[in-house]
């Protein structure tokens, strides 16, 4: 990462008929895409599509050749709303399939043509795997996995009383 500061709110997002796929959202890359290194995207308050078939939530999908890792400044986030909260983070390596849990897709019907509070940033490498560190693998949710099945209680919020993997 270069020594700079770039405030989310200067970006502006791009609002489409139909959902946009991440690359609209790309603020930033370093490296030699799409050979290595990586794609910073802003996900910034922006109407979603309106098209009367739009599904404004994101779709199912893996990253065949990326780790992607998300950071969310607000739990406005409607693919995950539920699952996540201020100031979590996602991290689905390469080949992991992920999509909005439980009835996200459903419920984002209703934010057709409607501005969404979102904001979030995410880290796409391109051919260069990420790496959890002990400390930041304290903090994980292990009932995230589960969070695409409605039944599935969730897990205390990080940092409540969860035991180190080194512990």
């Known amino acids: 990462m270069y020594p700079f500061v770039f405030d989310i709110k200067s970006h502006h997002g791009i609002a489409r008929e139909i959902h946009t796929a991440p690359p609209m959202h790309q603020t930033?890359?370093?490296g030699n895409v799409p050979q290595s290194g990586f794609s910073l995207c802003s996900f910034v308050?922006?109407?979603?599509?309106?098209?009367?078939?739009?599904?404004p939530a994101p779709y199912a999908h893996f990253n065949v050749d990326s780790d992607e890792l998300m950071f969310f400044c607000n739990a406005f986030y409607g693919a995950r709303e539920g699952v996540i909260e201020e100031g979590s983070f996602t991290f689905h390596p390469g080949s992991t399939p992920h999509s909005p849990q439980g009835n996200a897709a459903q419920r984002s019907l209703a934010a057709r043509g409607k501005v969404q509070a979102r904001l979030a940033v995410m880290?796409?490498?391109?051919?260069?795997?990420?790496r959890i560190t002990t400390q930041g693998f304290a903090y994980r949710d292990p009932a995230y996995v589960l969070s695409w099945s409605e039944n599935v209680p969730r897990?205390?919020?990080a940092g409540e009383g969860w035991e180190s993997p080194s512990a």
């Open 155 to 157: 897990a205390q919020p």
């Open 45 to 55: 308050p922006v109407m979603a599509g309106w098209h009367p078939r739009e599904v």
């Open 123 to 130: 880290l796409d490498t391109y051919f260069e795997t990420m």
């Open 28 to 30: 930033f890359q370093s």
